[in-house]
């Protein structure tokens, strides 16, 4: 390796020892990412400071599927399932020797194979006698990772012979197996265990075209932690093919996304709360990237204008009942600001489809969020309504300049169709007009702006 004389090099852990040198690593590929600590990842890192580094997983870990929301890392998903490939039908169920001698006979008279994991080496001799004496004419071997390597390589060859039908093994079975005649695991205390970790367990079976089923065991459903029933919901809800992708996103809610600069790979969610700390973090990483274009623009910040109207602007309690989905209503229609024109009229759509036609106070938020998009364009900090009255508030680096803003006035004095707008010695435009209506309020929003808007001479 130090010498070059190697391209590619496939390996375990052992490639991140200190005896191990690269001459010129260029690209490292991550398989099951899930497995890896932090510090395996940053020995990776360290080997190369132009290290390219691409990780495949089917459940990313929370902090990883964070960093890539965040945009901190790019992210692709491969989504479509193999040809004939059927979701594994997965059951929660009370641990029953009777579910277990169903579940097992069923498979057998098929002509399949069995898995059963039993993470506990001290008792799993015990268990595999138990499933003996349930089904009588199952062939049953066990494997556990305090075998002899030969030991266990050997059973494995009986298994993928079928010269073993049931395999009771801990979770070493995990990755790296493909056996399509085994379409039938039971994992037991599956309350016990990470929701990838289940994930990638379920995995070993339906790798054909057979129907497969996964039975998860648990010592009884009432007594299982918040965490632990989340975590089995969360399987059964994302049973369909390549639902990896949303069974992480569910993990990522439940532990939350670690420390992006620490060794915690999840956590911190209790603290805070997801919403705000995934928030925090988009602000920060948003800054981190205008860096370039505020440098190149001195002074020039993000500006979020704060619009003070007497008009009604809210999603009615009615119209969207759940108080989580209302609030991450609230939260998608506050990124508009930042988005495309498109994505609002998406939501709108996506709004009427699922609860109906928008109420009018729902339309009004909508158009102020418009609204708000003209003023941060014009550099506008603030409008408010008055009595009878608009009030506009510059910023400092706004385009509209007191002398294009005074040949406003005179020309709106010279027209004669309403009252003339005013300049207020702090700077402030006063607008006055008819406001009796949320029509009227924001036709005059609307005519002011595009005046404003006209008065900027094009760029040269």
Known sequence: LIRGGVDIVIGTHRLLSKDVVFKNLGLVVIDEEHRFGVAHKEKLKKLRAEVDILTLTATPIPRTLQMSLLSIRDLSVISTPPIHRQPVKTF????????????????????????????????????????????????????????????????MVSFVTKKINVLVSTTIIESGLDIPSANTIIINRADMLGLAEIYQLRGRVGRSSTQSFAYLLVPSLDSLSKDSKERLRALMDCSDLGGGFKLAMNDLQIRGGGNLLGVSQSGNIAAIGYDLYLDLLQK?????????????????????????????????????????????????????????????????????????ALPVETLTLFRIIAIKKELASLRIAKLEQGRDSLIFTFQHDTPLAPTLLTGYLLQCAAQKKRIPPKLAPDGRLIVSGNLTSTALVFDTIATTLHELTQLIPPAA
């Open 92 to 155: 929660v169920a009370r641990y029953d020797d009777l579910v277990i001698k169903e579940a097992v006979s069923k498979e057998l008279r098929r002509g399949g194979q069995v898995f059963f994991v039993h993470n506990r080496v001290r008792s799993i001799h015990r268990m595999a006698g138990l499933i003996q004496k349930l089904v009588p004419e199952a062939r049953i071997a066990v494997a556990h990772g305090q075998m002899a390597g030969k030991q266990l390589e050997e059973i």
């Open 284 to 356: 920060t990483v948003a800054d981190l990237k205008a860096q370039a274009t505020q440098s190149e623009q001195p002074g020039r910040e993000e500006l979020d204008p704060e619009v003070k109207l007497q008009l009604s602007a809210y999603i009615p309690e009615s119209y969207i009942p759940d108080i989580s989905q209302r609030y991450i209503t609230y939260r998608r229609m506050a990124a508009l600001t930042n988005g495309p024109p498109e994505s609002q009229v998406d939501l709108q759509e996506e709004l009427v489809d699922r609860y109906g």
